[in-house]
């Protein structure tokens, strides 16, 4: 029988196509048997998926290692064919359609193939086969050069072929093969148009990293990776050569900004997705976190109350404190809890990653809130302040802070006192603290009242030196004439400073004796020297008195010693008011005289006007008040008297003897009120 008909050739074409399925070898066995599709995990999966869109780049699906097929084999499986063709029953192996339709439309000249045929066909199904293993298989190379592309690799045989420099590069951009190194690579299909192979590295990595991934997946056990590069969605990581996907939200317990300063590290993760024949790995360092984080919750809950004293790391800083992870739980140490005294942020006491002790002073097991102290392990340190830091004491300690009404003195930790301003000097010109001392500066100060209720301990400086204000009266006695600087001007006076941190107050009214002056920058100016005597001192008080015009004579005094009430004065009218007029009467002494007053010989009221002139009576004096009444109606009057008077009493014996007409002259004059 003719084992070569037109049906045999049919048959050994299918089995040419069915004996050498993608995964078996011809000998029978799978080259490598690719694991079955796992469980979706149910907690973790459910939330993570590995976007393809995400990957860097396209990745390739495993390559199956094929091994040739023996000759012995290809007959025994041709023998077989040939036997099940001669039984009428026996089932014909499956073909693809699309080589029945070829078979169909074959002549039947064509159809019959000759022995020849068959060698050939035998031969190019070794070349292919052999072709197909090498590709599927890990060369050892020896780098032979680098170049800005490709590295080019020695793979024996008289054989080089090249590598995609990307392939090589660490996370840093560095090659990690140097010419000489060895390195594994994988054959890939086609040349380059100088006539090396194309190699790839990665894919020889990834083959041998499948096995330890999966491996790892199946045993649900964590495996280190270094991540590579910042992808959309995530980080990239190398797992032994495998690329696998973490994604952001997988990275920490807590979201993380910057994943580009995750670059180059290496960590244990979980595999929580694997698709091998997508070449898919999804990983997550959160799920380790977690179980990590609830192993260390549960033990840390078997001996957390409140009172208990336990040690935690500083994990974050806030304005109001900072959280502590005290293994697996955090608690909450608020500012107020951190020191006995002030404390304006706490990174002043404490920094993210440092190991502090803490004393539990609240926990709350259905919210699983814990509140921490750090003072609480240290004694109040008020409670004897009182006895430490005595009334008078003098004490050093450190500025703290500085503010407008005074300074902050660090006495111990804790333990803070208040400088105020106005205890810093016995100057009263201190417009601000900061002027005097700085923060960090070493003072001394003396303790001038503690209140431990309160916390307060009142601190001053000035007392360390003696009081000016003490000797001020033996340096200056009252009536003393002094010499100072004009500081400032105010409404009220003038302040001068006759010496450093000692001024005087010269009031407005004691600037002259005959202006009336409304503000004293009529008569004076910032920065004038002048003199001045000394009024009145209050030490207790530190206020000094001082007058201008007391350095000139008294030109009232003056005036009440030499004139009495009655006295004739001739005055200028200065002033003209509705009751009357002001009237100088000497220089710089003014006197009034009424309306009442202002009435000529004949009973008529006179008409006051500015800088006219008369005669005036003075009908009233007050030294204290430095008043003048004047009156010209009491002229007139003083002159009909004194013409009496002269008429009653002649002034000599030679003098005539009055007549009718002279009478009738005084009575026309007015002189006889009767």
């Not at 084992?3 to 995964?23: G, K, N, V």
């Not at 045989?157 to 060895?182: N, Q, R, T, W, Y």
């Not at 919210?367 to 008078?392: C, I, M, N």
């Not at 430095?626 to 000599?652: D, F, M």
Request: proline share 5%; aromatic share 6%; charged share 25%.
């Amino acid at each position: 029988m003719n084992l070569f008909d037109d049906s045999t050739a049919r048959d050994f074409d299918s089995s040419i196509e069915t004996m050498t399925p993608a995964d078996h070898t011809h000998a029978g066995g799978p080259a490598v048997i690719d694991a079955p599709e796992p469980a979706q995990p149910s907690s973790t999966e459910s939330q993570v998926s590995a976007p393809e869109a995400a990957q860097p780049e396209v990745v390739e699906p495993p390559i199956v290692q094929h091994e040739p097929a023996p000759q012995d084999a290809v007959q025994h499986d041709v023998e077989h064919h040939a036997h099940r063709s001669e039984q009428p029953h026996a089932i014909a192996p499956q073909v693809e359609p699309a080589k029945v339709e070829a078979a169909q439309g074959e002549p039947p000249e064509t159809a019959a193939a000759p022995s020849e045929d068959f060698a050939a066909a035998l031969e190019h199904f070794q070349t292919e086969t052999a072709e197909a293993a090498a590709e599927d298989h890990v060369i050892k190379g020896r780098v032979v050069k680098l170049t800005a592309t490709h590295v080019v690799v020695d793979i024996g045989a008289k054989s080089e072929g090249m590598v995609p420099i990307a392939e090589i590069l660490d996370h840093a951009g560095k090659p990690k093969f140097e010419p000489g190194a060895e390195i594994d690579v994988m054959r890939e299909k086609g040349e380059t148009e100088e006539g090396y192979v194309n190699l790839s590295h990665l894919k020889a990595q990834r083959l041998r990293s499948w096995d330890e991934v999966e491996r790892a997946y199946q045993e649900k056990k964590p495996i280190k990776g270094v991540v590579v590069e910042r992808i959309k969605g995530g980080l990239t990581l190398d797992i032994r050569g495998a690329r696998a996907f973490l994604p952001g939200s997988q990275v920490d317990l807590r979201p993380i900004r910057n994943l580009d300063g995750m670059k180059g590290q290496t960590m244990e993760v979980a595999i929580i997705k694997l698709n091998k024949k997508r070449g898919n790995i999804v990983v997550s360092r959160k799920q380790l976190m977690e179980e990590e984080q609830n192993e260390k919750r549960g033990k840390t809950l078997e001996h957390l109350e409140e009172g208990s004293v336990l040690t935690g790391i500083v994990k974050n800083l806030t304005e109001y404190g900072a959280f502590v992870d005290l293994g697996g739980i955090d608690g909450l140490l608020h500012i107020t809890d951190m020191s006995w005294g002030r404390l304006t942020h706490p990174r002043d006491l404490v920094n993210v990653g440092d190991q502090i002790q803490v004393k539990v002073l609240k926990f709350d097991k259905d919210k699983q809130r814990v509140s921490l102290g750090f003072k609480q392990l240290t004694p109040d340190p008020w409670l004897d302040a009182e006895h430490r830091y005595p009334v008078g004491a003098h004490v050093h300690g450190r500025v703290i802070s500085v503010t407008d009404y005074g300074a902050f003195v660090e006495l111990e930790q804790g333990i803070e006192g208040l400088v105020h301003v106005s205890e810093m000097t016995w100057s009263k010109r201190m417009k601000h603290p900061s002027k005097l001392i700085n923060v960090n500066d070493e003072i001394d100060c003396v303790v001038l009242s503690v209140n431990p209720t309160e916390r307060r301990i009142s601190l001053g400086m000035r007392q360390l030196a003696s009081n000016p204000w003490e000797t001020l009266h033996n340096k200056y006695p009252v009536g003393a004439a002094v010499e100072g600087k004009v500081r400032n001007l105010t409404e009220f006076g003038a302040f001068i400073e006759i010496e450093d941190g000692i001024d005087g107050l010269v009031h407005v009214s004691n600037l002259s004796w005959t202006s009336r002056v409304k503000h004293p920058s009529e008569v004076l100016k910032k920065g004038d020297k002048v003199k001045a005597v000394v009024l009145a001192i209050e030490p207790d008080k530190r206020r000094l008195s001082l007058g201008i015009k007391q350095m000139q004579p008294d030109i009232w005094e003056t005036f009440f010693s030499k004139h009495r009430i009655g006295d004739i004065v001739h005055g200028k009218v200065l002033r003209v008011a509705n009751f009357g007029a002001f009237v100088e009467v000497a220089q710089g002494v003014e006197g009034l005289c009424h309306n009442s007053e202002a009435v000529d010989g004949n009973g008529q009221a006179l008409h006051f006007e500015q800088g006219s002139e008369f005669d005036f009576k003075i009908i009233k004096m007050n030294q204290e008040e430095k008043k003048v009444g004047l009156s010209i109606r009491a002229v007139g009057e003083e002159a009909s008297r004194q013409e009496v008077e002269s008429y009653k009493h002649p002034t000599s014996s030679s003098s005539t003897s009055t007549t009718i007409g002279d009478l009738i002259s005084w009575k026309r004059a007015g002189g006889d009120s009767n």
